[in-house]
């Protein structure tokens, strides 16, 4: 770890958006700060300072002032701004730095022709949705749900439902029919916006059937609007409004209905893989101050900026994205396979729309490299100043590989967060040097911190993420979680009074962090404990190797328990001997003899997630007698047929005189 792949301009404090924060900070507050270690100290240490410093320098509008920042930094129960009403959509549609006939949403697809809408257009479409909407009967609290990919009408309809202080949902469109229910069933929706069905890559997918079975399941709909995005031509469902009718013309203005600083903004869903989804409440203030703090100080975005995420409606970086314009920055909306007609797709389309700021996988940083892709050769990426990664850790030669093929000259921000809190709290900064597989820092405000098996705070050693100061984006709640008991459950029953996240992270000496994979997922070989993250960088490594899924099994007996991999191999390939060999010589040379594993097995699959994470802890329940329907909720998997190889293979050991441990 280590190698300095980047180091930021001598004048970064001038041409930086941060650097712009900190001039202010000294004029207004009479703060100076000498580095971004004391900036972040400070940041973690004075909560109502700087929160209402990030506050004032973005000038939120709000219809009443806060009489506070913070009641209390008792988590859970603190309550941010008390008193200030406000509204998302408002503060996102001031657009600060574009004019009118600026670009503002430019969206490519596969299944229709390019659009972009400039700020006037975008503010004249919510205007026309938010009446069509209240005609509805569509009001404060009331939730909309949208069954839709990644267009503008799906940001449209967010912005419309969030000005009228009602609550939006989305599900991505790939989304299967119990995916769906599962999620809106609990918030009971009274509006459905739904498409008709999408291209991905060159294959037509029709939604209607799942259309038909999501509005049968949804006792609470009163109105469906269907957007005829596959069949531009075709007729809305039966009863059902189009989405022109929803938008039709209307001499109405556009209005923001002022709502408390915690009032829900939308419902975000954990993944659902061992039950019912969490329905996560995140608020139009908490959501609204994160965004600002990281899209312009953490990543830098402004308004000469155009900003690109690869995301579907499913995953929370869809929400990030589209806050975009609240800091003054176009986004870039993409829709359908990004490996179609290749890999190189989404970097052409980076070149074709001038993006700045290229935000994907490392998933998918790693199946470039993996297929010898140089960008910078195909593309004209000469307007990229920065590339975000997350939802995996991305290890060095990830790192390594975007300096060499995409750009030397670029920021490259690894990082990391959660649905949870609809953010990163530890990502990159523009002031300081990118270091190759590490994700550069802790966020401001975010009081990040390693805790080690007895919860003390650990510095260069791997320990249990702990968040031990409150953030504004932490969740409002969740869903009917009255007595919040579900809430306290999932994040603050480990440490009481302090959220545990559920990775593992190191946190070195400069404040660089690394991820080494889920805290459930761990593998714990004779008392130390292994990350999975480097695991599956070295075994991925390997030309042979498309995917793979470690577990361990504990021993009853306190002995070392079995270290189980599966993996998928390039086409055509069947596991052998001397493949087995070569993977077990590259772990032990590249990370130690602890990490061989004692078996390993070829599968078609590996199962994940609707949002493509890998899911080790249904396998290893799985590998442990646990029904294939009690491990995980097919629903909420991409690829639910994978796990029937776990099953079979479980039986088959607990046939054999190998039993499979407990």
Same mark, same amino acid.
């Given at each position: 770890?280590?190698?300095?792949?980047?180091?930021?301009?001598?004048?970064?404090?001038?041409?930086?958006?941060?650097?712009?924060?900190?001039?202010?900070?000294?004029?207004?507050?009479?703060?100076?700060?000498?580095?971004?270690?004391?900036?972040?100290?400070?940041?973690?240490?004075?909560?109502?300072?700087?929160?209402?410093?990030?506050?004032?320098?973005?000038?939120?509008?709000?219809?009443?002032?806060?009489?506070?920042?913070?009641?209390?930094?008792?988590?859970?129960?603190?309550?941010?701004?008390?008193?200030?009403?406000?509204?998302?959509?408002?503060?996102?549609?001031?657009?600060?730095?574009?004019?009118?006939?600026?670009?503002?949403?430019?969206?490519h697809g596969q299944t229709r022709a390019p659009e972009t809408l400039t700020a006037a257009q975008l503010r004249e479409?919510?205007?026309?949705?938010?009446?069509?909407?209240?005609?509805?009967?569509?009001?404060?609290?009331?939730?909309? /749900?949208?069954?839709?990919?990644?267009?503008?009408?799906?940001?449209?309809?967010?912005?419309?439902?969030?000005?009228?202080?009602?609550?939006?949902?989305?599900?991505?469109?790939?989304?299967?029919?119990?995916?769906?229910?599962?999620?809106?069933?609990?918030?009971?929706?009274?509006?459905?916006?739904?498409?008709?069905?999408?291209?991905?890559?060159?294959?037509?997918?029709?939604?209607?059937?799942?259309?038909?079975?999501?509005?049968? /399941?949804?006792?609470?709909?009163?109105?469906?609007?269907?957007?005829?995005?596959?069949?531009?031509?075709?007729?809305p469902p039966e009863g059902a409004l189009s989405w022109a009718e929803l938008a039709a013309e209307t001499d109405e203005p556009l209005t923001f209905t002022p709502v408390p600083f915690?009032?829900?903004?939308?419902?975000?869903?954990?993944?659902?893989?061992?039950?019912?989804?969490?329905?996560?409440?995140?608020?139009?203030?908490?959501?609204?101050?994160?965004?600002?703090?990281?899209?312009a100080l953490h990543h830098d975005l402004g308004p000469a900026d155009r900003f690109f995420w690869f995301t579907t409606t499913g995953w929370m970086m869809w929400n990030f994205l589209v806050s975009g314009p609240a800091v003054g920055a176009a986004i870039v909306l993409f829709d359908g396979n990004p490996g179609h007609p290749d890999l190189g797709a989404l970097w052409r389309l980076a070149a074709e729309t001038g993006t700045t700021y290229f935000g994907t996988s490392a998933p998918y940083l790693l199946a470039c490299r993996k297929a010898g892709l140089v960008p910078k050769e195909s593309a004209d990426l000469s307007a990229l100043r920065g590339v975000g990664s997350t939802g995996a850790p991305l290890p060095v030669e990830g790192f390594t590989w975007v300096y060499e093929n995409v750009g030397d000259r670029l920021q490259l921000q690894s990082l990391s967060g959660g649905t949870d809190v609809c953010t990163g709290f530890v990502g990159g900064v523009p002031l300081l040097p990118v270091h190759a597989g590490e994700i550069t820092c802790r966020a401001l405000g975010a009081?990040?911190?390693?805790?080690?098996?007895?919860?003390?705070?650990?510095?260069?050693?791997?320990?249990?993420?702990?968040?031990?100061?409150?953030?504004?984006?932490?969740?409002?709640?969740?869903?009917?979680?009255?007595?919040?008991?579900?809430?306290?459950?999932?994040?603050?029953?480990?440490?009481?009074?302090?959220?545990?996240?559920?990775?593992?992270?190191?946190?070195?000496?400069?404040?660089?962090?690394?991820?080494?994979?889920?805290?459930?997922?761990?593998?714990?070989?004779?008392?130390?404990?292994?990350?999975?993250?480097?695991?599956?960088?070295?075994?991925?490594?390997?030309?042979?190797?498309?995917?793979?899924?470690?577990?361990?099994l504990e021993d009853d007996e306190g002995g070392a328990g079995e270290l189980l991999l599966f993996v998928v191999l390039a086409e055509g390939l069947e596991l052998d001997d001397e493949l087995r060999r070569k993977i077990c010589r590259e772990l032990r040379t590249a990370l130690s003899p602890r990490h061989v594993p004692d078996e390993i097995h070829q599968v078609r699959a590996v199962p994940r997630t609707l949002s493509a994470k890998k899911l080790e802890v249904p396998v290893k329940k799985i590998l442990t007698g646990t029904p294939v329907d009690n491990a995980a909720a097919k629903g909420a998997l991409a690829n639910p047929e994978s796990l029937t190889a776990f099953a079979a293979f479980a039986q088959r050991r607990a046939g054999s005189d190998h039993p499979t441990r407990a």
């Open positions: 770890m280590g190698d300095v792949l980047w180091t930021p301009p001598a004048d970064v404090r001038e041409r930086s958006r941060i650097g712009d924060y900190l001039r202010w900070l000294a004029e207004h507050r009479g703060l100076e700060f000498a580095d971004y270690d004391a900036l972040w100290q400070w940041s973690v240490t004075d909560l109502p300072a700087f929160w209402l410093s990030i506050w004032d320098y973005f000038e939120v509008v709000a219809h009443t002032p806060p009489t506070a920042t913070l009641t209390d930094r008792t988590m859970p129960g603190t309550r941010w701004f008390p008193g200030a009403n406000l509204n998302y959509a408002e503060n996102v549609l001031r657009m600060p730095g574009r004019g009118d006939d600026d670009p503002v949403v430019i969206a479409r919510v205007r026309r949705v938010a009446a069509g909407l209240r005609r509805l009967g569509v009001g404060k609290g009331d939730r909309v /749900a949208a069954y839709a990919p990644n267009i503008p009408e799906t940001y449209v309809l967010l912005l419309a439902t969030a000005s009228l202080g009602a609550i939006f949902s989305s599900c991505a469109p790939e989304f299967g029919t119990r995916s769906v229910t599962d999620r809106w069933q609990q918030i009971e929706p009274t509006v459905l916006v739904a498409v008709d069905g999408y291209r991905y890559g060159d294959k037509p997918v029709d939604r209607r059937a799942e259309v038909a079975a999501i509005r049968a /399941a949804l006792p609470s709909l009163r109105h469906t609007v269907g957007i005829a995005y596959l069949d531009p031509a075709g007729a915690d009032h829900p903004l939308y419902v975000l869903y954990s993944s659902g893989t061992t039950g019912l989804p969490k329905p996560i409440v995140h608020g139009h203030g908490g959501i609204l101050l994160e965004h600002l703090k990281m899209l009081k990040v911190e390693a805790r080690s098996a007895d919860g003390t705070p650990v510095i260069g050693q791997l320990g249990e993420l702990v968040i031990t100061e409150p953030m504004p984006s932490m969740p409002v709640g969740f869903w009917n979680d009255t007595d919040g008991s579900r809430y306290r459950e999932a994040y603050f029953e480990v440490y009481p009074g302090v959220w545990r996240h559920g990775d593992w992270i190191t946190i070195n000496e400069r404040g660089g962090c690394v991820i080494t994979g889920r805290s459930d997922a761990t593998l714990n070989r004779g008392g130390v404990r292994l990350g999975t993250a480097e695991f599956y960088s070295v075994v991925e490594g390997l030309d042979e190797v498309v995917d793979s899924v470690v577990v361990h």
